[in-house]
């Protein structure tokens, strides 16, 4: 599969797993991902077993910067409060550092 190939299953996939978001952010949450997990894993494409991670980096970006992650800060019991955080890129993209380090490739200088 090329390099083209792969990205268009990902932007697919991506526009699936979002259906009310265009095409056109679909690509861009795609494009980000992949400029990411490049420079994470010191690549210069992303290897076809790396597709669902892909998806998912693509998914969790886009929910990211849209405010739809948010993590608990507190909850209280009594009359029921629940305070929420919101969740930036940066928290988001170390959640899959374990999962790149297996992608990850050593610069010799």
């Known amino acids: 599969m090329t390099r083209e190939e792969l990205?268009?299953?990902v932007i697919e996939k991506v526009h699936t797993k979002l259906p009310n978001t265009s095409l056109e952010i679909a690509t861009e949450m795609v494009e980000?991902?992949?400029?990411f997990f490049l420079t994470y894993t010191n690549r210069k494409k992303v290897p076809s077993?790396?597709?669902?991670l892909w998806v998912d980096m693509a998914v969790s970006i886009f929910q990211s910067s849209a405010g739809e992650v948010q993590g608990v800060k507190t909850?209280?019991?009594?009359?029921?409060t629940v305070e929420f955080i919101d969740v930036d890129?940066?928290?988001v993209l170390n959640y899959y550092q374990k999962s790149l380090n297996m992608y990850r490739k050593?610069?010799?200088r």
């Open 89 to 91: 890129i940066k928290t």
């Open 106 to 108: 050593v610069m010799m």
């Open 7 to 9: 990205r268009q299953k």
């Open 75 to 80: 909850i209280k019991e009594g009359d029921t």
């Open 32 to 35: 980000r991902s992949e400029e």
């Open 49 to 52: 077993s790396a597709f669902w």
